[in-house]
């Protein structure tokens, strides 16, 4: 995934995880994190959602926000 790479290439550690009791159980299986550690020590994002397209919605603006340059994932038709 080339938001991922984007990330990484910027110092940031991306982790992406789907729980199988939680999505057995329906509730918000899909956790991102994004962590800046060592290069951005005071970055930390995270949530969990209902997809990973959700997270990305809910992520992205935040990183966005703090100066990180993330590429336009419908314009490279990626998900």
Known sequence: MRVMEALAEQ????????DAERMRD???PWT????GA???E???VRTDAAS???CLEICLPQL???GLVIPD?????QP
């Open 11 to 18: 110092g940031v550690t991306v982790l992406f995880k789907a």
């Open 26 to 28: 329906g509730v918000r």
């Open 32 to 35: 991102f994190v994004a962590s």
């Open 38 to 40: 060592p290069f951005h």
């Open 42 to 44: 005071d970055l930390l």
């Open 52 to 54: 990973m397209e959700a």
């Open 64 to 66: 966005r926000e703090r």
């Open 73 to 77: 994932q419908r314009r490279l038709g």
